[in-house]
């Protein structure tokens, strides 16, 4: 069974950076895309950055030159380094795990809270 553990949020002045971080478990982490959602109150979860198994990354406008996906398969993690944070960019950044085929499930974590605010 797939685990993933998310970890780095936190609260940060604007302008700050932080990096988060999401452990993979339960399966060969190279075989899957990863992604970072994020859910602000009251908003639906929309999808922040993309990285597949091959290393393609694609990212939400609005983070785009803040933003950097990245993954580490000899430590079965995936990160996203955040930096230029923007009060609006304050919510819960959950880490989802997909293999995109037809028919088999995806994976998410438990999400971690990540508050821009002077």
């Known amino acids: 069974q797939v685990q993933l553990v998310e970890s780095g949020g936190g609260l940060v002045q604007p302008g700050g950076s932080l990096r988060l971080s999401c452990v993979f478990s339960g399966s060969i982490f190279s075989i899957f895309a990863m992604a970072w959602y994020r859910q602000a109150p009251e908003k639906q979860r929309e999808l922040v950055a993309l990285i597949t198994s091959a290393g393609i990354t694609n990212y939400l406008d609005s983070v785009k030159g803040r933003f950097t996906i990245s993954r580490d398969n000899a430590k079965n993690t995936a990160y996203l380094q955040m930096n230029s944070l923007k009060p609006e960019d304050t919510a819960v950044y959950y880490c989802?795990?997909?293999?995109?085929?037809?028919?088999?499930?995806?994976?998410w974590g438990q999400g971690t809270l990540v508050t821009v605010s002077s």
């Open positions: 989802n795990a997909n293999r995109w085929v037809p028919g088999l499930r995806d994976y």
